[in-house]
């Protein structure tokens, strides 16, 4: 069955930190890769998405993530996390045929201290 | 353009009393979800529909649960009777058909959180 692995549970950071989320999944299959923030008091919004071409992908606020294929990830980055970057963090995967069942990980909490 | 609608946002109900959710979603799109999210974890499919037909509720425990999509737009969610463990945010979702199918964004409504007690 596939599913969706978020390894980092709670993650604290200081202001201008660099920050790494880490995205696994097992499906055999081709699949589009998104990742979704919650910020405190407000509902899940797309931070980006991944559906095919360049595996570099950019999204709001200067986040990116890169699809890796090989490795079945699809991590997320951003060079310098402020403040209003505290959030969840949900990493979510549907194959492109088939079953469209949408998988989310359980989510990194970040924390970032100002 | 209006964004999901879901009421109400907060309930709190006692073990074994019914309760019922509203979602309204994005006008156009043909796919409606329902999740719920545990505190702590991510969102959990709970059925899937494609305008008014089910595509998926394998997770729905369907001794308690039910949903219906009528005209294929808005959609109730009822759980009856609750148990503790349905306390949860009750999240509806809408994402548009695509020629590739229901592989787009989703877009997700405020929620609706139940404390069963």
């Known amino acids: 069955a596939q599913s969706v692995s978020q390894h980092n549970h709670h993650v604290i950071l200081s202001e201008a930190a660099s920050l790494e989320l880490g995205c696994n999944y097992s499906?055999?299959?081709?699949?589009?890769l998104f990742w979704y923030v919650q910020y405190p008091g407000q509902h899940l919004q797309l931070l980006l998405k991944?559906?095919?071409?360049?595996?570099l992908v950019k999204g709001i606020k200067g986040f990116e993530a890169e699809f890796i294929k090989s490795k079945f990830s699809f991590n997320l980055r951003k060079p310098s996390v402020q403040w209003s970057d505290t959030a969840e963090y949900f990493c979510?995967?549907?194959?492109?045929?088939?079953?469209?069942?949408?998988?989310f990980g359980t989510g990194t909490r970040l924390k970032v201290l100002a | 353009e209006a964004g999901v609608a879901q009421s109400p946002r907060y309930k709190i109900i006692e073990k074994r009393q019914s309760v019922a959710f509203w979602c309204n979603p994005i006008?156009?799109?043909?796919?409606l979800y329902w999740y719920q999210q545990i505190l702590g974890q991510g969102p959990k499919l709970l059925i899937q529909?494609?305008?008014?037909?089910?595509?998926?509720d394998s997770q729905l425990p369907k001794d308690r649960f039910s949903a219906e999509r009528l005209k294929g737009v808005d959609s109730t969610l009822k759980i009856q009777p609750a148990k503790l463990e349905d306390s949860a945010v009750y999240l509806c979702?809408?994402?548009?058909?695509?020629?590739?199918?229901?592989?787009?964004?989703?877009?997700f409504g405020p929620g609706t959180r139940l404390t069963v007690l």
């Open positions: 979702a809408s994402s548009p058909w695509t020629s590739g199918g229901p592989t787009d964004t989703q877009y």
């Open positions: 499906y055999g299959g081709t699949v589009n």
């Open positions: 991944y559906f095919s071409g360049d595996p």
């Open positions: 979510a995967v549907i194959p492109t045929s088939g079953t469209y069942k949408y998988i």
């Open positions: 006008s156009g799109h043909a796919t």
């Open positions: 529909f494609q305008n008014n037909g089910v595509v998926d």
